[in-house]
């Protein structure tokens, strides 16, 4: 098995969260180091056995400064100035903004890294609600009505209405309107609108049905989970996390007391959906049932503690989970450019630029 | 002969050990420790190495303050042994260690400055790029409770991030730029400490805000600062390169200073009040909550304030002036986050109320810790307030305190004096009074006699806590 670096952090709302799933991903694996991303940008070295209170005001101490580069994977200053390199698969574990969008996928595949979790595609699909959605709807997958929102728009279904965060991974940045003045208003309002927003159809009387879903070995399903709400309008970003665990201790029904052809429904659309998402590593699917009536809600291609304690029914360790993730890492390598086809036969041929400019 | 020396000398290393943790406690600022060993001898208390309060880190700094204390030692022995016999150079060296650790203090002060150097200029680019909208927040009290306020009516409208807890000083400010800015941040909120004037301008350098605070000005770190017209003097500081002003007018010297901004003209000023509702903001505490009003105009009203009204009419002031809408500043009052230790509740398992307000040390915090407490548990349950009473007053600590038992009478059944600090103010206040009195040494053994004896119904206020260095 190949040496894992778990990575945690980032400049992302949703960094302390990611702090909490990396230590007890680090701890799991008995590593004894890990690769945290501080808010502001900066990669470090930091020692395993910490405590998320150690990241609570900056870097923890004794921190050692790392650089990613192309071509040129992991590395830290060592002793007597030499460069210690990680040749390690990197274990994904950021919530949301650049961790979860593709931006850090990137950049390790320009390192030479291989990583658990999502591929620059998957990562950037599943980022984007309006185009997963739409993927999904392709797909015969139900799903709420779902449009771009933006200052002017007029959806062609009733209020209330639920504005999102076109790009955002958590409920952080959603607005719960009644009407579209109040929906234009927030638009400019609420920052994390700025970079894109959707707006959709609000049900009070649904529930969240959730189910975590990996692809490898082979494609499997966790037991589904229904997120009791402790009161307020949505299940809000503080329910689920500031409870000083993550999202392991939220309280929840698990598994879901639901009719099983309702069940049925659900797992299937869940395997239809990890098709579409292109899935690697652990996803979690968020559905919304509304009477007798299912839709897929969105993705998290790294969820909160990366779902570990959904899998229940089948019985999957956290441990096994992860060295599951990290043999996928291998077998399963994201892009692989190829310059074929390239040959240089245009560029053999071809006349001056000058010529072409003509 | 030679073997006494030697042993006087391990005293001496025993002694330095616990003057440095006092260095370290008090910020490394130089003449600190000599002050507080003045304090001891008088009181006759010896300081514990390894205190409940602050524990000596050997932290980079203190490697270097460590060394440079040494090595004046060893110059100190040297010298009087050129003198005198070499036990009475010993024992002379050793009555000497407060005075050599603040000189060494005093020599390590350039050599921090240069060690800081490169954080504060990666610091001072990272805010150049990032270009963040500051606000810089000081204050005798209420700084870090605006702070946590304003950030939270800030983020419904636009990225904001704030420096952590009390880093507050050159060092703490480059850390949390350096540390954790993202570099999508609209709005920096940076508290600024001081201890002197020069320390804010300081800081202004590298870290300009456009939006400044004064929440108060108090009779607190007078030690310090020798007088609250020194204190106005330094936190002013904090005005210079603003556009926008916001002072806290209910202070008679702050809203001076308002007449006089207003005066030159130059500056945009927000005047703020918890008594006046024609205040450019005014945050009016009631039986229900508060009232918010703005140019005398009521805007809202919100269920409890998360911190005094005062620092609540800052932060709403602050937040207008980076452009949250007024009804939405209002509306995320409701739940508004409340700085840890600053006046927190809880219940105990033995279903007494717990207000902790640990980290407050000045008389308008604790008044209104007071008003509290007699809010809280059942009519009928016992008020309890544990304090060792506030420090770093000045001339005006034993007044202050006795003002504090005085009032405190008023709400409480029961007053439990922790050490000895300010036991005699805090006993001439509640004479006459029909307080029940109890003396504890320390806070620990108040706080088992206070889960011994309360029940559900009863409330206790955790009023200050001293460092160990008082007794």
């Given at each position: 098995?190949?040496?894992?670096?778990?990575?945690?952090g980032?400049?992302?709302?949703?960094h302390?969260?990611?702090?909490?799933?990396?230590?007890q991903?680090?701890?799991?694996?008995?590593a004894s180091e890990?690769?945290?991303w501080?808010?502001?940008?900066?990669f470090v070295?930091?020692?395993?056995?910490l405590?998320g209170?150690?990241f609570?005001d900056?870097?923890?101490?004794g921190?050692?400064p790392?650089?990613i580069?192309?071509g040129?994977?992991?590395?830290?200053?060592?002793?007597?100035?030499r460069?210690?390199?990680y040749?390690?698969?990197v274990?994904n574990?950021?919530?949301?903004?650049?961790?979860?969008?593709?931006t850090?996928q990137?950049?390790?595949?320009?390192?030479g890294?291989?990583y658990?979790?999502p591929?620059?595609?998957?990562?950037?699909?599943?980022?984007?609600?309006?185009?997963?959605?739409?993927?999904c709807a392709?797909a015969?997958?139900?799903?709420?009505?779902?449009?771009a929102?933006?200052?002017?728009?007029?959806?062609?279904?009733?209020?209330?209405?639920i504005?999102k965060?076109?790009f955002?991974?958590s409920?952080?940045?959603?607005?719960i309107?009644?009407?579209?003045?109040?929906?234009w208003?927030r638009?400019?309002?609420?920052?994390?609108?700025?970079?894109?927003?959707?707006?959709?159809p609000?049900r009070?009387e649904?529930?969240?049905?959730?189910?975590?879903v990996?692809?490898?070995p082979?494609?499997?399903?966790s037991?589904?989970?229904?997120?009791?709400r402790?009161g307020?309008d949505?299940?809000?970003?503080?329910?689920k996390?500031?409870?000083g665990?993550?999202m392991a201790?939220?309280?929840r029904e698990?598994p879901?007391?639901?009719?099983?052809?309702?069940?049925?429904?659900?797992?299937?659309?869940?395997?239809?959906?990890?098709?579409?998402?292109g899935?690697r590593?652990?996803?979690r699917?968020d559905?919304l049932?509304?009477?007798?009536?299912?839709?897929?809600?969105?993705?998290?291609?790294?969820?909160?503690?990366?779902?570990w304690?959904?899998?229940?029914?089948?019985?999957v360790?956290?441990?096994?989970?992860l060295?599951?993730m990290?043999?996928?890492a291998?077998?399963?390598?994201?892009?692989?450019?190829?310059?074929?086809?390239?040959?240089?036969?245009?560029?053999?041929s071809?006349a001056?630029?000058a010529?072409?400019?003509? | 002969?030679?073997?006494?020396?030697?042993?006087i000398?391990?005293?001496?290393?025993?002694?330095a050990?616990r003057?440095l943790?006092?260095?370290q406690?008090?910020?490394?600022?130089?003449?600190?420790?000599t002050?507080?060993?003045?304090?001891?001898?008088?009181?006759?208390?010896?300081?514990?190495l390894?205190?409940?309060?602050?524990?000596?880190?050997?932290?980079?700094?203190m490697r270097v303050l460590?060394?440079?204390?040494v090595?004046l030692?060893?110059?100190v022995?040297i010298a009087?042994a050129?003198?005198t016999?070499?036990?009475?150079a010993?024992?002379?060296?050793?009555l000497?260690?407060?005075?050599?650790v603040?000189?060494a203090?005093?020599?390590a002060?350039?050599i921090?400055?240069?060690?800081?150097?490169?954080?504060?200029?990666?610091?001072?680019?990272?805010?150049?790029?990032i270009?963040?909208?500051?606000?810089?927040?000081?204050g005798?009290?209420g700084?870090?409770s605006t702070?946590?306020?304003l950030a939270?009516?800030?983020e419904g409208?636009?990225?904001?991030?704030?420096?952590?807890?009390?880093?507050?000083n050159?060092?703490?400010?480059?850390?949390a730029?350096?540390?954790?800015?993202s570099?999508?941040?609209?709005?920096?909120?940076a508290?600024?400490?001081?201890?002197?004037p020069?320390?804010?301008?300081?800081?202004?350098?590298?870290?300009?805000?456009t939006v400044?605070?004064?929440t108060?000005?108090?009779?607190?770190?007078?030690?310090?600062?020798?007088?609250?017209?020194v204190?106005?003097v330094?936190?002013s500081?904090?005005?210079?390169?603003a556009s926008t002003v916001?002072?806290?007018?209910d202070d008679e010297?702050?809203?001076?200073?308002?007449?006089?901004?207003?005066a030159?003209?130059?500056?945009?000023?927000?005047?703020v009040s918890?008594t006046?509702?024609?205040?450019?903001?005014a945050?009016?505490?009631?039986d229900?909550?508060?009232r918010?009003y703005e140019n005398?105009?009521?805007?809202?009203?919100?269920?409890?304030?998360?911190?005094?009204?005062?620092?609540?009419a800052c932060?709403?002031?602050?937040?207008?002036?980076?452009?949250?809408p007024?009804?939405?500043?209002v509306?995320?009052?409701a739940?508004?986050p409340?700085a840890s230790?600053?006046l927190e509740?809880?219940?105990?398992?033995?279903?007494?109320v717990?207000?902790?307000d640990?980290f407050n040390s000045?008389?308008?915090?604790?008044r209104?810790a007071?008003?509290?407490?007699s809010?809280?548990?059942s009519?009928g349950g016992?008020k309890?307030l544990?304090?060792?009473?506030?420090i770093?007053?000045?001339?005006?600590?034993f007044?202050?305190n006795?003002?504090?038992a005085?009032?405190a009478?008023?709400?409480a059944s029961?007053?439990?004096?922790?050490g000895r600090?300010?036991?005699?103010?805090?006993?001439?206040?509640l004479?006459?009074?029909?307080?029940?009195?109890?003396?504890?040494?320390t806070?620990?053994?108040?706080?088992?006699?206070?889960?011994?004896s309360?029940t559900?119904?009863?409330a206790?206020?955790?009023e200050?806590d001293?460092?160990d260095?008082?007794?």
């Amino acid at each position: 098995m190949a040496e894992a670096l778990v990575l945690f952090g980032g400049p992302s709302p949703e960094h302390d969260v990611s702090v909490l799933t990396g230590l007890q991903a680090a701890r799991t694996l008995s590593a004894s180091e890990a690769l945290y991303w501080t808010r502001a940008g900066d990669f470090v070295i930091v020692d395993a056995s910490l405590e998320g209170k150690d990241f609570a005001d900056g870097v923890p101490r004794g921190a050692k400064p790392a650089r990613i580069t192309v071509g040129g994977g992991i590395s830290v200053k060592g002793g007597m100035g030499r460069e210690k390199t990680y040749d390690s698969v990197v274990v994904n574990c950021c919530h949301g903004g650049p961790g979860e969008n593709g931006t850090i996928q990137a950049t390790l595949d320009l390192a030479g890294v291989a990583y658990t979790g999502p591929s620059v595609d998957g990562a950037a699909l599943g980022m984007d609600k309006l185009a997963f959605g739409a993927a999904c709807a392709s797909a015969g997958i139900p799903v709420l009505s779902r449009v771009a929102f933006t200052d002017g728009t007029k959806p062609d279904f009733d209020g209330p209405y639920i504005v999102k965060p076109r790009f955002g991974g958590s409920s952080i940045g959603i607005d719960i309107v009644t009407d579209l003045d109040t929906a234009w208003a927030r638009l400019k309002a609420n920052p994390h609108l700025a970079r894109g927003a959707v707006i959709e159809p609000y049900r009070p009387e649904s529930i969240d049905l959730n189910v975590a879903v990996r692809a490898y070995p082979s494609l499997e399903l966790s037991a589904i989970e229904k997120p009791t709400r402790a009161g307020g309008d949505i299940y809000s970003y503080k329910e689920k996390y500031v409870g000083g665990e993550g999202m392991a201790t939220a309280p929840r029904e698990l598994p879901a007391q639901i009719p099983s052809h309702l069940e049925e429904k659900l797992r299937g659309y869940a395997r239809e959906a990890a098709q579409v998402a292109g899935l690697r590593g652990v996803a979690r699917i968020d559905f919304l049932l509304d009477g007798d009536t299912l839709f897929l809600n969105e993705i998290n291609t790294i969820p909160g503690s990366l779902s570990w304690f959904l899998w229940v029914d089948p019985v999957v360790p956290f441990k096994q989970l992860l060295d599951d993730m990290i043999a996928e890492a291998a077998a399963r390598p994201t892009a692989k450019y190829s310059a074929a086809g390239a040959d240089g036969a245009v560029l053999r041929s071809g006349a001056s630029i000058a010529s072409k400019l003509a | 002969m030679i073997g006494v020396a030697v042993a006087i000398q391990v005293i001496a290393v025993v002694d330095a050990l616990r003057w440095l943790r006092v260095a370290q406690r008090e910020h490394y600022i130089a003449g600190s420790v000599t002050r507080f060993a003045w304090r001891w001898w008088r009181v006759g208390i010896g300081l514990p190495l390894r205190g409940r309060t602050s524990k000596l880190v050997w932290t980079r700094r203190m490697r270097v303050l460590a060394f440079l204390t040494v090595f004046l030692h060893v110059g100190v022995v040297i010298a009087f042994a050129a003198l005198t016999p070499l036990i009475v150079a010993s024992l002379i060296s050793l009555l000497l260690v407060p005075a050599t650790v603040d000189g060494a203090l005093l020599l390590a002060t350039p050599i921090e400055a240069r060690a800081l150097r490169p954080f504060v200029e990666q610091a001072t680019k990272k805010l150049q790029t990032i270009k963040p909208t500051i606000v810089g927040i000081t204050g005798s009290y209420g700084k870090t409770s605006t702070k946590v306020v304003l950030a939270h009516l800030v983020e419904g409208t636009k990225t904001v991030s704030a420096s952590p807890a009390s880093f507050n000083n050159r060092a703490g400010l480059a850390r949390a730029v350096n540390e954790t800015l993202s570099p999508g941040t609209d709005v920096f909120v940076a508290e600024m400490g001081t201890y002197g004037p020069g320390e804010i301008a300081a800081l202004c350098e590298w870290c300009p805000p456009t939006v400044s605070i004064i929440t108060a000005i108090g009779p607190v770190h007078l030690e310090r600062f020798g007088s609250e017209d020194v204190t106005l003097v330094a936190k002013s500081e904090i005005l210079e390169t603003a556009s926008t002003v916001i002072l806290n007018e209910d202070d008679e010297r702050l809203a001076k200073l308002a007449d006089t901004i207003a005066a030159a003209g130059k500056k945009r000023l927000m005047r703020v009040s918890a008594t006046r509702v024609d205040a450019d903001v005014a945050v009016i505490a009631d039986d229900d909550g508060g009232r918010v009003y703005e140019n005398g105009k009521l805007v809202g009203r919100v269920a409890t304030l998360p911190t005094a009204a005062t620092n609540v009419a800052c932060a709403v002031a602050a937040a207008r002036a980076l452009g949250v809408p007024a009804k939405d500043a209002v509306a995320r009052l409701a739940n508004a986050p409340v700085a840890s230790h600053r006046l927190e509740t809880a219940t105990a398992a033995s279903g007494a109320v717990v207000l902790d307000d640990t980290f407050n040390s000045n008389p308008a915090g604790a008044r209104r810790a007071l008003a509290l407490l007699s809010a809280s548990g059942s009519p009928g349950g016992r008020k309890v307030l544990i304090t060792p009473g506030m420090i770093e007053l000045g001339r005006r600590q034993f007044e202050e305190n006795a003002k504090f038992a005085t009032d405190a009478a008023q709400v409480a059944s029961i007053v439990g004096v922790v050490g000895r600090t300010n036991r005699k103010a805090l006993l001439k206040g509640l004479a006459g009074t029909s307080v029940e009195v109890k003396k504890f040494r320390t806070r620990d053994k108040a706080a088992a006699w206070v889960r011994a004896s309360l029940t559900a119904g009863d409330a206790v206020l955790y009023e200050n806590d001293l460092p160990d260095a008082y007794k």
